[in-house]
């Protein structure tokens, strides 16, 4: 999933510790969600649901629908303000590559989100059905069940579901830690490899310069 290049959501920022809006952004994100707000429900409906995010995200037809169903949780076909801010924080995480630090400050409400039957448990198909929002892997989706399952009923409870967000912000962490090792190494490395190139071209000319002499 990612945002379109030049659409409103793309110049919001997002705070990459908490994973939320600025005020200033709140504002801006409000004034923006009343000018979608066609019918002027202070909601928005299916069909507008759909066309802003066919115009700001890739996100396929079945995959807008299965997120609105998520977020109208009344059944009303319609949904808020606040829940289209959460919706706006979740695809800017993906901008920023902040998904699992997002799963781990909002745990309580993204597994609110994915507990859609409200038995205060998530099952795998549930998981597996919005995994792309969180850009989960289905060999991650398998380990999640094998290794955080500790009641073995093949569903997550709260604390669970908690320890793995804990776990995959770890795991991202230093993901992000050893690229950034490397990415020094390398940079390092181009700047040696800069310094010799010029001590020997530096080298040759004195050669040169010697030769000449001679």
């Known amino acids: 999933m990612k945002l379109k290049q030049g659409s409103f959501l793309w110049y919001l920022y997002l ?10 952004n709140v504002k801006a994100l ?3 969600f009343h000018i979608l707000d066609a019918h002027r429900r202070n909601t928005m409906n299916d069909v507008l649901f759909y066309h802003f995010l066919h115009h700001v995200t890739n996100l396929k037809t079945i995959q807008i629908k299965v997120i609105f169903d998520m977020l109208d949780w009344t059944a009303m076909g319609e949904i808020s303000f606040d829940r289209f801010y959460v919706l706006v924080c979740i695809l800017l995480t993906h901008q920023n590559h902040l998904e699992d630090q997002f799963m781990y400050r909002h745990s309580r409400l993204v597994f609110d989100l994915l507990d859609l039957d409200g038995e205060l448990k998530i099952g795998a198909a549930n998981f597996h059905m919005y995994r792309f929002l ?13 290794d955080f399952d500790i009641t073995g009923d093949r569903l997550l409870n709260y604390k669970e579901f908690k320890l793995y967000t804990i776990f995959a912000t770890d795991k991202s962490l230093d993901r992000k830690k050893r690229r950034k090792e490397r990415q020094e190494a390398k940079e390092k490395g181009k700047e040696k490899f800069q310094l010799f190139k010029k ?9 040169k310069s010697l030769n000449e002499q001679l």
Do not use: G
Not at 15 to 24: A, T
Not at 199 to 207: D, V
């Open 199 to 207: 001590r020997m071209h530096s080298a040759r000319t004195s050669q």
């Open 30 to 32: 409000m004034e923006y």
């Open 15 to 24: 705070d990459k510790i908490y994973c939320l809006l600025s005020v200033r």
């Open 134 to 146: 969180f850009n989960i892997k289905k060999q991650e989706l398998r380990e999640l069940f094998h």
